[in-house]
């Protein structure tokens, strides 16, 4: 059994927190309140008014959903959720209806060679049936009967990086298991912030230069990537410093603009 974790941050319409709020979960399309968790291991099944569930004061709301194994409160992976809020900033309540919580991935059936049927449902698939097809026969075979170019077939069971292939071995691994196990493997979903800045001017300290960069995350472990604004290209910093769960420390060996994208 698993519990699938969502979570969110509910803003106002100038982009601030809208705090102690109600949330209220459904079933997609309903007022038919959805089976929920407070915890993503412990504790019994509720509903989100039992609980009267509500924002903190950064406007962050969790809960768990189960899947089909759970012992009690389970849904299939196709069951899709609304959330409903109320923001008393604005006067209004708020909702997201057909909401995917879980993985809206499909795994493709590799059998079949057949394009654009519906029922296949190849949008929500990394490739498609039809892409997929006979990939694990197809993919280790040379055509035509002779290599052209000198290009060999991939050996998907071939983690090397050989570079006279079409696409690598590892590569042509890594992309069947993918469409293969799609449904399996869990994705986080949930609605993640991140905040971008321009960094022109540095302190200096040791021979080195900083900056703090103030993302308001509540978060002391965001995920930070920062690139050249000359040309795009990322690079890696000196070191990134958590100085605050709201700010971060930027250490360059250089004086340059730089780019810097924080995820939370």
């Known amino acids: ?38 915890n993503s291991a412990f504790g019994s099944v509720t509903k989100s008014s039992t609980e009267n569930l509500k924002t903190d004061k950064f406007g962050f709301v969790q809960f768990w959903i189960g899947d089909e194994w759970e012992i009690e409160g389970g849904y299939n992976v196709s069951q899709q959720f609304r959330v409903v809020w109320q923001n008393t900033v604005d006067s209004r309540q708020e909702e997201i209806d057909n909401l995917y919580i879980f993985t809206p991935v499909r795994p493709i059936e590799i059998t079949d060679s057949i394009k654009g049927v519906p029922s296949n449902k190849d949008i929500d698939k990394v490739i498609s049936n039809a892409q997929g097809y006979k990939w694990n026969t197809h993919v280790d075979s040379i055509v035509p009967s002779a290599s052209p170019h000198g290009l060999k077939p991939v050996d998907f069971f071939d983690l090397d990086s050989v570079q006279n292939r079409v696409i690598s071995d590892k590569l042509g691994y ?47 472990y965001p995920v930070v990537r920062v690139s050249k604004t000359s040309n795009n290209n990322q690079i890696q910093a000196e070191n990134i410093q958590s100085i605050s769960p709201d700010t971060i420390r930027v250490w360059l060996e250089e004086n340059i603009s730089l780019n810097v994208v924080i995820f939370g």
């Not at 974790?5 to 949330?23: A, I, Q, R, T």
């Open 1 to 38: 059994m698993a519990r699938i974790d969502f979570w969110s941050y509910f803003l106002d319409d100038n982009g601030n927190p809208l705090k102690n709020v109600e949330v209220r979960v459904y079933l997609a399309g309903t007022f038919t309140e959805a089976d929920i968790y407070l």
């Open 174 to 220: 890594q992309m069947y298991q993918m469409a293969r196990t799609a449904s399996t493997i869990p994705i986080d979903v949930s609605a993640a912030r991140f905040y971008t800045e321009t960094i022109n001017s540095w302190s200096t300290s040791g021979g080195l230069f900083y900056q703090n960069v103030n993302h308001n995350f509540n978060n002391r």
